[in-house]
């Protein structure tokens, strides 16, 4: 196995690193601070194409591979995961969703502006009874012919005001059970669309999460995803590419941490030396280097395995809860090397800790990833 990183793929870390310290660094604890969604970021990560990486450049997207999806992804979420996560969603879940499922014209008319950084897309299929079971959708597609008639309410979704096009998940033929569920492409300002009122979070409080309520929506019979009752089988395609999104992200807000205790251990000096000189932080800094790294080898395994048309369910899951389970433990560590400072917010770790524990719920619970790692080993 060549462990080596291309030419190109070091240019594209390198640009997204150089993004998130030039960027997305400058005001990132204020809009931390404030909840304040980074609009004028978004938009520029668009621009230089990272919010369309892997989609086809017919459609207006990178064509990148998932490898530099991850190196990217890394690098973002190292300063700022609420940026990152916004990436995440527009990449894994919703891009993608359309351009491996959807029809040419749907792709002409959402993908291009969605791939190209135009507008933003978001992914609806948490419900308040409905999170981590897919099956039980609430949110009902009445069947009337020539539309759907789409009626319920979507919780924790990202970009959930300021995404343009929606990619909703809802029940048409509820004695199907989940085989009558479809997919469905929602405008936000199609009549009868409300986006409630902004979560206030412990983490990721820069990214734009929000309940929508759907009440009697028209939506035309051309904007569903696929056959009639494949929206549960999309979903969960859609969602196996999407924890590659957040392995990375876990990983890169693991990075961040690690690199800034790193620095400050080299910096502070205790009975006499820099810390770092001490062994018992000499540990703490050698378990959390290893960690990442078998993290990212575990991020690298799914993307390559997507890359090569390989299934990636069982490698996604892995890299999904470990880097989770890692990007906790190195923050929580990070502070601790930090000390009193790592309670302060201008030192950084201490949001990246607030951060890392929505990597453990989101895109499916650590819980949830266990039982389809199980299910895949056991089989």
Known sequence: MDFQLTEEHLMIQKAARDFAV?????????RDEHQKFPAEQIKK?????????????????????????????????????SASVVMSVNNSLVCWGLETFGTEEQKQKYLVPLASGQIIGAFMLSEPEAGSDATS?????????????????????????????????AQTHPEKGSKGINALIVEKNMPGVTIGAKENKLGIRGSDTHSVMFQDVK???????????FGFKFAMK?????????????????SGAFELALKY???????????????????????MATRIE???????????????????????????????????????????????YGYVKEYHVERLMRDAKITQIYEGTSEVQRIVISRSILS
């Open 219 to 229: 939506v035309p019979k051309e904007n569903r995803i696929g056959e009639d009752g």
């Open 45 to 81: 990560l668009g621009e230089l194409g990272f919010l369309g990486m892997m989609v086809s450049p017919k459609y207006g997207g990178a064509g990148l591979d998932a490898i530099s999806y991850v190196l990217a992804m890394e690098e973002i979420s190292k300063v700022d995961a």
């Open 137 to 169: 959708q609430r949110t009902i597609a009445e069947d009337k012919g020539d539309h759907y008639l789409l009626n319920g309410t979507k919780n924790w979704i990202t970009n959930g005001n300021s995404a343009s096009v929606y990619l909703v998940m």
């Open 294 to 340: 078998a993290s990212r080898l575990l991020c690298f395994k799914a993307a390559l395995d997507k890359d090569h048309h390989r299934d990636y369910t069982l490698s996604s899951s892995m890299a999904k809860v470990f880097s989770s389970e890692t990007a906790m433990w190195v923050t929580t560590e990070a502070v601790q090397v930090h000390g009193g």
């Open 265 to 287: 251990s080299k910096e502070r000096k205790a009975f006499g030396k820099e810390i770092s000189q001490h062994q018992a932080i000499q540990f703490k800094l050698a378990d």
């Open 238 to 254: 859609t969602l196996a590419g999407g924890r590659i999104g957040i392995a990375s992200q876990a990983l890169g807000i693991a």
């Open 22 to 30: 030039n960027e997305l660094l400058p005001g990132v604890i204020e």
